[in-house]
């Protein structure tokens, strides 16, 4: 019985399951790490073998088809299980988790760890299915024949979590004979033999080696392989599939002797579902509605809790001000820290709701449907049809979205769906948004019915489908071109989502993100308010001053807008006025552009300080509306014309505004070479397309 | 329309590329071939010689196309249903 800790890995194919055994088996003590050294994350769980030992440590591994792997996503994983990376240490046993009603396809991974020697236990999942569908496994036998012990588990009801612990206990850290799953014709035997010098432990080694698509890195090996091949070739112009044909011939043989009428009763579900859900007209019909269904939910249910958690932190900013003495230690922590983590935390409703039905969606299988429809229009502009559930996502924010490419293969074909996906308007724009049609556009109806704002803010949503079309086009025929990547993808059976597993997901979002606001967002706060606070404003000005204290004098002077006038950010956005003129924007917009480089929302606290309203009025919001209405230019001409608004608005949809998304991206392409370009061209393209909107509007007329 | 004549033209026991099986007819894959990455991403989703398929049907824009093999359902372009090969009949 060992003392230490064990590492145990969870692996198997995509929907095999794995996702909610591993809650079944952590509960709530799990969290999302980071594995070291490299940008994958990883659901990392505790989980109480026996009383005995110390609670093993549980590794959720992303899904794998087999252990040739593809994508980065598969890379990492493989070498994860195989203790290839002296990163992560080799598992004390691997769970392979396998769907119990899909058992031919799902072996074939399994028969690749078991050629291995690695220690392994089989978990059978969604037993009851099987047992349902009239699918009679005989365990023993199978557990006879793989040379493993099998366990049949249905994680929703902790069936057989007692067994499984049991069966792990006893193979951790003992190694095993590797199982000859693969018989090949005699001459490719003996190659084999030859590179494994004959040791069975060496056998899988070899066989990798052999029939990988690379040639191995040490010069010797490489020459004996690269022999091995050619003699190979000459025999069979295939020879490179043969081992994948004498897997399968295997996995039959051990399915036949095992499994008494291998039929999937799911499938006649699942069948009449799609026959509804992939219809040719109906299937994308359906698509636009669901898509319209979780958009229009969000904004709807995300008001209340939104507007809750703003006063919330509102009121904490008061309370605080009015228990500290007045001080910059107390500017600080209300203006610096509270408003901006506040501002921050407001987009977490809309930011979960979004989870919420992504997880609904994917759990359900409808996820593949969408891609599956959606492959065609995206292979357009030369990308993948899984693009479009990373792209969906980043409606509510790119950083999940960017997050969710690590399933596509092509490396290109990612950093091309990176590179767009900010363009998709994300629910931090919503907010500007919402303040700039409140402003200008309000109470204004199209035909008498459709109001104005509602028709902006969807122009709004698919301009930024057209700009990344478009992006997406020339990145894919110039710096990102490549041969367009293999589409095969799993349409798994419709199943109702789990609620556990849902309200996991949730939960880990929620960590994830307020980990974030916790750090960064607080980082940004601090350093945005000392923007803003100094240097500290005196009584007397020069007279750069006086001509704003002049102007200021129709909206009420006050102590801190005349702060904000003097301090860097003002003088950023003096200074930076003649270069935004042109766009219909004044230097105090300038200042709101400035902070909203971090993230796009601040413009409105911003605003708020720079017309001097909020701290008067209870109606925050409102207020803001009521300033910028009576802001006025020098020459008496209002600041905020619906041209301005619009010239706004399309900057920040088109500028990266956002710290979060740069950060996220350094991370996933692993260098500034990326996120620097996408700042820089989108910046450029902001401007360009501002631009155009301000000026083209004046040329027609518009005001 | 032609291309349907074309499919229903096929007969049983000569082989022709998945990509032209009409929807529903069953059949058994013969060989894989196209690039070596490919062919193995399709062998190990157990589009091996021997197993049989059928497809199901084709997304509304004509590609990709769904098929069902080993009891479970696949999604794949054209562009790889071209590189198997398949024999109409059990």
């Known amino acids: 019985m060992p003392a230490r800790a064990l590492t145990i890995a969870l692996a198997g194919n995509p929907n095999a399951g794995k996702t909610s055994l591993f809650n079944a088996l952590t509960g709530l003590r799990q969290k999302v790490a980071n594995y070291p050294g490299v940008t994958i994350e990883s659901k990392i769980g505790w989980w109480s073998l026996s009383e005995e030992i110390p609670p093993a440590r549980l590794i959720d591994l992303p899904g794998l088809y087999s252990l040739d792997a593809t994508s980065l996503d598969e890379q990492i994983a493989c070498d994860a299980l195989l203790g290839r990376t002296e990163a992560i240490p080799s598992p004390d046993v691997i769970i392979v988790v396998v769907d119990s009603t899909n058992l031919i396809r799902n072996f074939y991974f399994l028969t690749q760890l078991l050629e291995t020697g690695q220690p392994v236990v089989v978990a059978l999942t969604m037993f009851d299915l099987a047992e349902k569908s009239k699918l009679r496994i005989d365990i023993d036998r199978l557990s006879r024949v793989l040379g493993v012990r099998v366990v049949p588990v249905v994680a929703k009801r902790r069936q057989g979590i007692a067994a499984l612990a049991e069966a792990v206990v006893q193979v951790a850290g003992k190694s095993r004979m590797p199982v000859r799953t693969c018989r090949l014709s005699p001459e490719a035997e003996t190659e084999v033999s030859l590179l494994s010098a004959g040791h069975p432990k060496d056998r899988f080694r070899a066989l990798t080696e052999l029939y990988d698509e690379k040639l191995p890195e040490e010069p010797g090996r490489r020459e004996a392989v690269k022999q091995a091949r050619e003699r190979l070739a000459r025999v069979s112009q295939r020879w490179q599939q043969e081992p994948l044909i004498a897997r399968y011939d295997w996995i039959e043989r051990v399915v036949a002797g095992a499994v008494q009428r291998e039929h999937n009763g799911q499938r006649n579900v699942t069948d009449r579902i799609d026959a509804v859900i992939t219809h040719k007209i109906l299937g994308p019909v359906i698509l636009l509605l669901v898509m319209l269904v979780v958009f229009q939910t969000i904004f709807l249910w995300a008001d209340l809790p939104m507007a809750l958690i703003d006063h919330g932190f509102t009121a904490l900013a008061e309370a605080v001000r009015d228990y500290l003495p007045a001080g910059v230690f107390t500017d600080l922590l209300t203006d610096g820290i509270i408003a901006g983590v506040g501002g921050v935390l407001a987009f977490l409703p809309q930011i979960l709701l ?350 | 329309m032609r291309k349907n004549e074309q499919k229903s033209k096929r007969v049983d026991g000569e082989p022709g590329s998945l990509d032209t099986l009409p929807s529903g007819v069953a059949a058994r894959v013969v060989n894989v071939q196209g690039s070596c990455a490919i062919a193995r991403r399709l062998m190990e989703m157990g589009i091996v010689p021997g197993a049989h398929i059928r497809v199901v049907r084709t997304a509304p824009l004509g590609d990709p196309i769904q098929v069902c093999l080993r009891n479970y359902h696949l999604a794949l372009r054209r562009a790889e249903a071209r590189a198997i090969t398949v024999l109409v009949g059990i």
């Open chain 1, 354 to 703: 979004l989870f919420l039905f992504i997880s609904i969606l994917e759990d359900s299988g409808y996820m593949a449907r969408a891609a599956f429809l959606m492959d065609r229009l995206m292979r357009a502009v030369g990308l993948h049809g899984k693009a479009f559930v990373p792209l969906l996502s980043s409606f509510a924010c790119a950083v999940p979205g960017i997050m969710s490419t690590r399933t596509i293969e092509s490396p290109k074909d990612r950093v091309a769906t990176i590179m767009i996906a900010p363009f998709m308007s994300c629910s931090a724009r919503l907010p500007v948004y919402t303040l700039m049609i409140a402003a200008v556009f309000s109470g204004r109806t199209v035909l008498g019915v459709v109001s104005l704002g509602a028709l902006i803010i969807l122009g709004m949503y698919l301009l930024g489908i057209t700009v990344a079309i478009i992006i997406a086009w020339i990145l894919k025929h110039t710096i990102l071109n490549a041969p367009p990547p293999p589409f095969v993808m799993e349409l798994p059976p419709y199943r109702l989502p789990d609620f556990g597993n849902v309200a996991h997901a949730l939960l880990t979002r929620t960590t994830v993100f307020l980990k974030r606001a916790g750090t960064v967002i607080l980082a940004i706060s601090i350093l945005l308010w000392a923007l803003v606070a100094f240097p500290r404003a005196n009584a007397t000005g020069n007279a750069d001053d006086r001509v704003i204290v002049s102007d200021q004098a129709a909206n009420g002077s006050d102590a801190s807008s005349r702060q904000l006038q003097n301090s860097f950010a003002g003088r950023a956005g003096r200074l930076m006025e003649p270069v935004i003129a042109p766009l219909g924007f004044d230097w105090k917009i300038g200042i709101g552009l400035i902070s909203s480089f971090a993230a796009r929302e601040t413009i409105i606290s911003t605003l708020s300080i720079v017309y001097n309203v909020g701290e008067r009025s209870d109606k925050k919001s409102s207020s803001l509306v009521d300033a910028m209405r009576s802001a006025k230019r020098a020459d008496g001409s209002p600041v905020w014309t619906p041209l301005v608004a619009l010239s706004l608005m399309i900057f920040f949809l088109l500028a990266c505004q956002c710290m979060s998304t740069v950060a996220i991206v350094r991370r996933e392409t692993n260098s500034w070479r990326w996120p620097l370009f996408m700042v820089g061209y989108m910046l450029v393209l902001a401007y360009v397309a501002s631009l155009l909107t301000f000026q083209g509007g004046r040329l027609l007329g518009f005001s």
